[in-house]
């Protein structure tokens, strides 16, 4: 094995197998005409499944059809075949990034006032995720289908098998799986998840239990002979608008909403930021957030402050409650809403927002007036912390980074052909208007597309050849951890794993949350003198995975610990590049 190439605690998948390895003190070099294949994920029979696909020549979109898959057998709480998706993709050859949008849609009978109950209040959020309304039209596989069709190397068909017979002889629930389960969240009451995850004595299963799913197994293995329009057309089709419809709240999905979904390719958004050029997805993700907390932070002296210096949190804090102060207010679905993209990232609006930072924490401050705004209301969108992040590298340079969700743990909690349905309508917000009665941007609408806060990213040098991926789960606090992440391993020059494994702290309106416990307490007590402490809460759930070439070549990469993620290298690709 290359003794180059070693990162820890993870997996490395050589010719011989898999191996475990020390964590190491520094970022791990690779000559520069390496290209070495790589895949990191939550769970590392989803991030074997994507390197085996990348050793038989597929490619990094091939790989990531695989990931997916896997994902949505073992990480069931996260993300899966029922769900949706943003990609961020690389192509090697051209140097071009472009973002394939699978986000789920509302059906055509979806009403502003869907979420509002009889007594003309919203629902209380456990009533309405499991509700059928919670249900949108998924977009993960129509949107991968796509993507694969323009940048696969492997026949769709050959994508599936590995998954298929995982699901078919079953897997070991993991740790965070177990936990999952063990919690006290209103899906695990759903008939469908006390079903799947019954023992035959009724009791619940729990980590280290084999669980199988021969329905996902065979829904996989159709979904590789018929491609996307098995989940959207025919037998699948009709389970999914009958679930949906079923008591209580039944939702108004048609088998015509199922047919006509269509993923989007969009411009990536790409702003100039330290030397690099950070490309995200436009709205309706909420990447303009990503780039606009960027620019903040370059406005401050935080790059000359360190991980033990509580002014530096201090500012990463107060720039993160301006971005989210304008994200929720003005980041919608850019078909029904005009969101002020240039406004929001133009250098003198990233100045004037970046000057209302004061030496100590005020009021939560309101959302700015950049260039192009429209009027639109105040927002209350209750954004879970569900989702999963991977990248993948392949040997031609291409990369793709990837958010993938059903939103909440185990989605709606309904199932269908042994997937989970998502309950991604829960991301709009529930009430059309605010108090004054201004329409928010985050409506619901028919056809429309919720806001997310998903924000997969993909550094450029300036030659426009790759420098780097980005990207987490978390809801809201999505934005927070990827912005953490580039702040340590940017801005203060950490290796990428130790800016991933930084505290978390989410800073948006009134509340400071994340995990205290792993602040030094000069740094807490910093920041409490500045108006900031530090609560537990939303925080300790991050799925940070990120990549970095550093300028004198060295390969940089990072998983979460929080989760159970894993970084795999082709051991054997990269030898036979040194060689050459």
């Not at 509302?106 to 059928?132: H, N």
């Amino acid at each position: 094995m290359n003794p180059r190439l070693r990162f820890a605690p993870f997996l490395v998948l050589a010719a011989s197998g898999c191996a475990t390895l020390e964590r190491p003190t520094a970022p791990v070099a690779v000559p520069a005409t390496a290209r070495p294949g790589f895949v990191i994920a939550a769970n590392p029979l989803a991030a074997k499944a994507g390197m085996e696909v990348l050793q038989r020549g597929g490619s990094a979109v091939d790989a990531a059809v695989a990931v997916q898959a896997t994902l949505g057998l073992v990480e069931p709480q996260s993300s899966g075949i029922g769900g949706g998706a943003f990609m961020t993709y690389y192509d090697g050859r051209t140097r071009t990034v472009r973002v394939y949008d699978g986000r789920e849609t509302a059906p055509a009978g979806a009403t502003p006032t869907m979420f509002i109950g009889p007594d003309g209040k919203p629902l209380p959020f456990p009533v309405a995720v499991l509700s059928g309304r919670a249900t949108g039209v998924p977009g993960a596989v129509r949107m991968l289908e796509l993507a694969q069709r323009e940048h696969g190397a492997l026949p769709w068909n050959s994508l599936f098998e590995g998954s298929a017979r995982l699901a078919e002889q079953g897997f070991v629930i993991s740790p965070r799986l177990g936990k999952l389960l063990a919690g006290n969240y209103p899906e695990l009451s759903a008939p469908d998840v006390v079903k799947y995850f019954s023992k035959r004595d009724g009791t619940r299963l729990t980590a280290g239990d084999l669980l199988q799913n021969p329905a996902y197994a065979a829904f996989l293995r159709r979904l590789a002979r018929g491609g996307a329009d098995v989940l959207y057309r025919g037998e699948t089709a009709a389970r999914i608008v009958a679930k949906v419809r079923e008591e209580t709240n039944p939702g108004a999905m048609s088998l015509a909403d199922l047919a006509r979904y269509r993923p989007l390719k969009r411009e990536a958004l790409c702003k100039a930021w330290q030397g690099y050029e950070a490309c995200v997805p436009p709205p309706p993700s909420s990447g303009v957030g990503t780039l606009e907390l960027l620019g903040l932070l370059d406005r401050t002296d935080i790059a000359s402050r360190g991980p033990n210096d509580p002014q530096g949190w201090y500012l990463f804090a107060e720039a993160s409650r301006l971005m989210y102060a304008d994200r929720d207010r003005y980041v919608g679905d850019p078909a029904f809403a005009d969101v002020p993209v240039e406004g929001l990232l133009a250098p003198d609006y990233l100045a004037r927002r970046a000057a209302l930072i004061a030496p100590t924490a005020g009021p939560p401050p309101a959302a700015g007036t950049p260039a192009g705004i429209v009027t639109a209301g105040r927002d209350r969108t209750n954004e879970p912390a569900g989702t999963s992040h991977f990248i993948v590298g392949d040997s031609n340079g291409n990369v793709v980074s990837m958010t993938t969700t059903v939103e909440s743990i185990f989605g709606s909690g309904r199932m269908v052909d042994g997937f989970f349905l998502n309950n991604q309508m829960t991301d709009f917000n529930f009430s059309p208007t605010d108090e004054n009665g201004r329409v928010t941007a985050n409506a619901v609408a028919p056809g429309k597309r919720p806001r997310s806060s998903m924000t997969p990213l993909i550094l450029l040098n300036g030659d426009r050849s790759f420098a780097g991926a980005f990207g987490s789960p978390g809801g809201s606090a999505i934005l927070a951890y990827v912005g953490k992440a580039m702040m340590g391993a940017v801005l203060w020059k950490l290796p990428v794993q130790q800016a991933i494994e930084l505290p978390n702290l989410i800073a948006r309106g009134a509340n400071f949350s994340g995990e205290a416990s792993k602040f030094p307490p000069a740094v807490l007590a910093g920041l409490k003198a500045r108006g900031v402490e530090v609560k537990p809460g939303q925080g300790e759930d991050s799925g940070i995975h990120a990549v970095l070439i550093r300028p004198d070549g060295r390969f940089d990469a990072g998983f979460d610990p929080r989760r159970e993620g894993v970084v795999l290298i082709d051991d054997k690709r990269t030898a036979v590049a040194r060689r050459r």
